[in-house]
């Protein structure tokens, strides 16, 4: 490489903070679900929707944990064989088939809509969708969701992100890390061409929030309960809570302001330095 290439590359900051979105439980409400349970099991569609998704975590970190993968549509198909069995619900196929198929269309939240409209519309915020869903679940949740239409405006192999690409779940470290370099991000913090910390990850899973945050990006936890932080695992809690996600236009606002400093210093110190 000659030296003027050399300059200019070194001179490139790349001006953008990506907006990570969890699917299920952030953008999609999981507990929707229990409205298709209901009409096969109306006495316990809230404990049986509770428990489905209980087991379909723990299954995702067992999988971890040993080191093997199982794409998410077995594992959430199992959990919920593992939810009927355990309260001694009889089931048939054709009911586990119905209620799987409902998954594909899970309820938005209702503040879903405006956010990704204005991160779509803002300059230098580039949103995907990072689920654990298989590629699969996620494009069809795309489709039949209006509300997710915004992510049809990104060019298709930057709109999601799922745990099949590198068959780890969250919160295992190298998913964050594998979505940090898909996006062009570098695994360092800070890095002056730009690091794993511009990557900003929205998530109302607490276990979501600790796994990015060890890595070095920025957590943004959606409290819509409001109940706040217990996670013992993080301390310090999240870098930034959030009651709705109407709330993270202003939280993104804050992160270019002080981004677009550190831009124009990097960007300067490069011009000086050459």
Known sequence: M???????????????????????GTLLSTDSISKKLAEYYPDKSGAIS?????????????LNSM?????????????????????????????ISQILTSYASLTPFPDVPTCLETIISTKHLQPIIFTNGTSKMAKTAVINTPELQSFGKVRERDAILSADEIEKYKPHP????????????????????????????????????VGGQAVGMTGVWVDRAGNGWHDALAEDG??????????LKGVLEGILEAKGIVWEKVTQETKEGS
């Open 2 to 24: 000659d030296a003027e290439t050399s300059r200019f590359i070194d001179n490139i900051v790349d001006r953008r903070i990506i907006v990570a979105f969890d699917l299920f």
């Open 67 to 95: 080191g093997t993968f199982e794409p998410f549509d077995t594992i959430t198909r199992k959990s919920l064989l593992h939810a009927l069995s355990e309260s001694s619900i009889p089931h048939d196929e054709s009911q």
């Open 238 to 247: 999240p870098k930034v809570v959030i009651r709705s996600l109407e709330e």
């Open 50 to 62: 509770t428990a489905w998704r209980k087991y379909q975590l723990e299954y995702t970190w067992r």
């Open 174 to 209: 190298m998913i964050y890390q594998y979505l940090a370099a898909k996006v062009g991000k570098s695994i360092t913090v800070g890095d002056r061409h730009g690091g794993i910390d511009e990557v900003v990850l929205v998530s109302a899973n607490p276990f979501d929030i």
